[in-house]
């Protein structure tokens, strides 16, 4: 018979098991982008569900900086994209492979995050926080 110690162990590493699983599809689609237009923020990118994507002003093309505690907040956004509206060029996007091994898309090199307070299509609650964290524009102004 187990011991109480060994079941709690085997109850923890089924958690962090599922927690792992949870946080690594996050995002994952394999639909288009979408562009969106709102006051005071212009056309921004948002996933095939209406989500809002951001890009950080830390980041540089090709290259996240937000790793550990940021992705709580910030989560990676990654999906296959296969088409893109008219007014986009699917050319402008990419992947790369981040320094904690997650896949993560990027637009005109730069990496895409959702923000863990945006829960309805059209929420922008990211917009500004920090002053390096914006809606991914589409003109590229970062």
Request: hydrophobic share 35%; with cysteine.
């Amino acid at each position: 018979m187990k011991s109480r110690k060994s079941r709690i162990m085997t109850l923890l590493a089924v958690l962090l098991l599922i927690a792992a699983i949870s946080l690594s599809s996050w995002g994952a689609t394999s639909s288009t982008v979408d562009i969106k237009n709102k006051e005071g923020i212009g056309n921004y990118l948002v996933d095939s569900t209406g989500m809002t994507l951001y890009t950080f002003k830390k980041d540089s093309p090709g290259k996240s900086a937000c790793m550990g505690e940021c992705t709580a907040m910030w989560r990676v956004f990654y999906a296959e994209i296969k088409s893109v509206p008219s007014a986009l060029k699917r050319s402008d996007f990419g992947s790369i492979t981040r320094g904690d091994g997650i896949q993560q898309t990027t637009y005109k090199g730069m990496p895409l995050y959702y923000f863990v307070d945006d829960k309805q299509p059209g929420d922008t609650f990211g917009n500004g926080v920090f002053n390096l964290w914006l809606p991914a524009r589409t003109d590229g102004s970062w």
